[in-house]
């Protein structure tokens, strides 16, 4: 049996069912995720172990080769999408996103930290 399912599952979908299906020991899902798969798994006989601190999901990023003022008016507009409005859920709903919130790459620090105690980085 492996102990880490780290390389092979893609999605939280196969590496929750990797540790349902005793392929894997342990394995990481974001709590919405996890809430969603009690139609493909008896969740009474997963065990959470710990949670972490929330971390950033759906970042949204350019390369350099992106031209500034555009990568600027996306921010803008992203930044606009406001929860609860029409005009979000017409655009993120589908999603089931809320929004956009700036963040910086110290807000992923905690997420590397974690993944390197994984042996995953």
């Known amino acids: 049996m492996k102990s880490v399912f780290k390389t092979s599952a ?3 979908d196969d590496m929750m069912m990797a ?12 709590e919405d995720d996890f809430g969603m798969m009690k ?4 969740l009474s006989q997963m065990r959470i172990v710990a949670y972490t ?10 390369t350099q080769k992106m031209n500034k003022a555009t990568a600027d008016k996306v921010r803008a507009a992203l930044f606009k999408l406001k929860p609860n409005a029409p005009q979000t859920e017409k655009i993120l709903g ?3 996103l809320l929004g956009f919130v700036a963040v910086s790459d110290k807000d992923y620090d905690q997420l590397r930290l974690a993944a390197r105690l994984a042996g995953t980085l």
């Open 19 to 30: 540790v349902f299906n005793k392929r894997a020991l342990a394995g990481g899902i974001r």
């Open 10 to 12: 893609k999605k939280h």
């Open 53 to 62: 601190d929330y971390f950033p999901n759906w970042p949204v990023f350019t």
């Open 94 to 96: 589908a999603a089931k």
């Open 39 to 42: 139609d493909k798994v008896d």
